[in-house]
């Protein structure tokens, strides 16, 4: 398979071809994994909001575990 064969490929199964470029640090920049770093800070976001909302279920059954276990109702 030659190069333009394979850049052909993968502009057809959405990869951007001639969009890296160096960072000042003098690491690749790559588009794809600037997508992946925005996706995974999304992830980051969602799973910090189920986290506090189990937190607070588990505080509210640890409330209710505490009046159980000295005899009072819910």
């Known amino acids: 398979m030659t190069p333009d064969e394979i850049k052909k490929k993968l502009r057809e199964a959405g990869v ?3 969009e890296w470029g160096e960072t000042v640090e003098g690491e690749v920049k ?3 994994l600037e997508r992946q770093a925005k996706a995974l800070g999304k992830v980051e976001d969602i799973i910090q909001v189920q986290l506090k909302e189990d ?3 588990v505080a509210e059954l640890h409330a209710v575990l ?3 276990k000295h005899g009072g109702g819910m």
Request: charged share 25%; glycine share 8%; no cysteine.
């Open 16 to 18: 951007p071809i001639g």
């Open 30 to 32: 790559s588009p794809i």
């Open 55 to 57: 937190q607070r279920k």
């Open 66 to 68: 505490q009046r159980l």
